[in-house]
């Protein structure tokens, strides 16, 4: 039931821009974390930003901070990761993840690593030429 699906990805220039989304299905948006993960070609999975489950506060990882640009619509039940002044080191397949449901808040510090997420989309791809 719970589905998380992205869209967005494609192929843009060093320096552009391009917005992500993550259609949102099954659960309460405002009772889970939400965070975007990125992996390049015969790397691991890496943590890029977090929304907490009010949408109250955003992190960012230092690689993109300052660049990227992580929000929420309720009412479109969407998470969105706006993205500039993209690198060529951006490049790879980008992952909306989520947990939940919170109840009660909890130390989202710890949520930086692929297994601490139950819900994952299928991902899609940002190629940034040089």
């Known amino acids: 039931q719970v589905q998380l699906v992205e869209s967005g990805g494609g192929l843009v220039q060093s320096g552009g821009s391009l917005t992500l989304s993550c259609a949102v299905s099954?659960?309460?948006?405002?009772?889970?974390?939400f965070a975007w993960f990125r992996q390049a070609p015969g790397k691991e999975r890496i943590w890029v930003s977090l929304?907490?489950?009010?949408?109250?506060?955003?992190f960012y990882s230092d690689s993109v901070k300052g660049r990227f640009t992580i929000s929420r619509d309720m009412n479109a039940e969407m998470v969105r990761l706006q993205m500039t002044g993209l690198k060529p080191d951006d490049t790879g397949i980008y992952f909306c993840?989520?947990?939940?449901?919170?109840?009660?808040?909890?130390?989202?510090?710890?949520?930086?690593?692929?297994?601490?997420?139950?819900?994952w989309g299928q991902g899609t791809q940002v190629t940034v030429s040089s």
């Open positions: 099954g659960f309460t948006l405002d009772l889970y974390i």
């Open positions: 929304i907490t489950e009010k949408g109250a506060d955003t």
């Open positions: 993840a989520a947990e939940g449901p919170f109840y009660k808040g909890t130390d989202y510090y710890k949520f930086l690593d692929p297994d601490d997420y139950t819900y």
